[in-house]
């Protein structure tokens, strides 16, 4: 059986005053030692059962799993996550906003994708299986025409797909140039000599990811414009919107 919205109370009022551990140190998320070893929380997927909204899908970078078993560390994350414990960063409404429990659409549908994907037990839609009609006899013009109109909006879905993709890695690598870049010296960024080289590491992938998408798009663009007779310089930027280097 399905879980929905109104089978859950999502917030105490006993809380309306509480600040929450957004993230501790180097990490994106809350590293926690036991004595077995040590994972990470991820307070952004809590923010509604402390009453706080959720407006948007979290970033994938606030998502990233780490685990170590004691005894077998090789990376050091146990003497980091104790470092991390030195500077601990907590948001409050001031940060978060009114505390009125609610979820927006963009968050919603971004569960629902993941229920989907994890075969968890969501009331998501079904899709509607399609209907098809006998054959039809069309002259060849209008197949053509139909052919050019579904193209067209392929292009459109890709490219909308596309630029979503990069506004999320242009957020993240945003995010990234902050740790690296504009806050080297900061005081506690000081006490963790791996730092850097963590979010340095982390900005480059996502900085080459966001050129390999791009790079890939133009010889997509560029095959289906021969195969199809256009003009690939003109489709590219109308259909996708991003300067071409000469």
Known sequence: MSLTNDDISWYDRVYDTVQIIDYCGEFPNVPLLGTCGGISYNPILARRQ???PLKDKPHNILLEGVFFQEGKDPQGLKARMVRAWRKIHKKGRNDLGPKNCIALEPYTSWVRQRASEYLMPYDYPRPTLLVVAGPSNLPNQDVEELRDED?????IREREELLQQIKEKDTLIEFLEHQVIDDPNDTWTSLLPQSSKFWKRKYDRLAKEKADMEAAYKREIKKLC????????KAFVRFLAIPLDK
């Open 226 to 233: 021969v195969s199809r007779g256009f003009d690939p310089v």
């Open 151 to 155: 193209l067209s909006r392929a292009w």
């Open 50 to 52: 402390l009453g706080f």
